[in-house]
């Protein structure tokens, strides 16, 4: 099933519900796919590759607007921020715990032949294509740079 297929299909299960904040989740992904297919050269689909970047961007988007609120002291903006990341972050891959991205990007530093924070690019860009969607990118990169600094 794609992603627009499930998430129109809990779209009608959040409104029989009245479910508001699932409800803002779900038009928000639904809205970025309709973009994504609109978008020249799309035509029509979005590929599962593009579904995954589009809730990444989406969970990144919201992660800093809250990031925003929380520190402007709007706690009545930031509690639907996080009840949309919730939602978005249901259709995501599990993400990888630290331990397992550590060990993960420990692989590819000894794969790359990586010896110091010279060889930062050759390891992030090997890394971002293995490990998108299961982690995020700044998480990744600071990984990187803390196990090539050592």
């Known amino acids: 099933m794609s992603l627009e ?16 904040a699932l409800l803002r989740g779900l038009r928000a992904i639904k809205a970025e796919i309709i973009k994504a297919k ?8 979005v590929t599962a590759d593009g579904e995954m970047k589009i809730l990444q961007k989406l969970v990144k988007s919201r992660k800093d607007s809250l990031e925003i609120y929380q520190t402007q002291n709007r706690p009545d903006l930031a509690t639907k921020e996080s009840e949309e990341i919730a939602v978005i972050e249901k259709f995501l891959p599990q993400q990888m715990s630290e331990e397992e991205l550590k060990a993960a990007i420990a692989a590819i530093i000894s794969e790359t032949g990586a010896t110091g924070p010279q060889d930062m690019g050759k390891v992030m860009g090997m890394a971002s294509k293995q490990l998108a969607g299961k982690a995020d990118g700044k998480t990744i990169a600071a990984t990187v740079k803390e196990l090539l600094s050592k």
């Open 5 to 20: 297929t499930e998430v129109m299909a809990q779209m009608k299960d959040a409104m029989k519900a009245k479910d508001e």
């Open 38 to 45: 609109t978008e020249p050269g799309a035509n029509g689909e």
